[in-house]
Nanobody, 127 residues
Framework: QVQLVESGGGLVQAGGSLRLSCAAS????????MGWFRQAPGKEREFVAA????????YYADSVKGRFTISRDNAKNTVNLQMNSLRPEDTAVYYC????????????????????WGQGTQVTVSS
């Protein structure tokens, strides 16, 4: 069982930055790949970024590539999302998610492949 708690959301002007964090409970954090998703009002939840257990492999949605960076600290059971050059279209509730990591490739964007989810944190980018 893994419990996830997000923090770091807020209101920021376009062009600004925010850093989201996700704290995971349990001793098995290093067995889980971690992902960030977001959901804007009236839209489907969409993939943002993912990172494998070692932190050496990361994956991004095209819409955030070059602006967002996902990282993890296995000693602290945390995963972070550094968001730079924010745009109004980045406004959404951001969710942290975990999936048991096995060798091989995944469709990281498939939200049904994730086993645990946090409650979300609101990010609002004003123009």
């Amino acid at each position: 069982q893994v419990q996830l708690v997000e923090s770091g959301g807020g209101l920021v002007q376009a062009g600004g930055s925010l850093r989201l964090s996700c704290a995971a409970s349990g001793r098995t954090f290093t067995r889980y790949a971690m992902g960030w998703f977001r959901q804007a009002p009236g839209k489907e939840r969409e993939f943002v970024a993912a990172i494998r257990t070692s932190g050496s492999s990361t994956y991004y949605a095209d819409s955030v590539k070059g602006r967002f960076t996902i990282s993890r600290d296995n000693a602290k059971n945390t995963v972070n999302l550094q968001m730079n050059s924010l745009r109004p279209e980045d406004t959404a509730v951001y969710y942290c998610a975990a999936r048991f990591d096995r060798p091989g490739g995944y469709n990281w964007a498939n939200k049904d492949g994730y086993d645990y989810w946090g409650q979300g944190t609101q990010v609002t980018v004003s123009s």
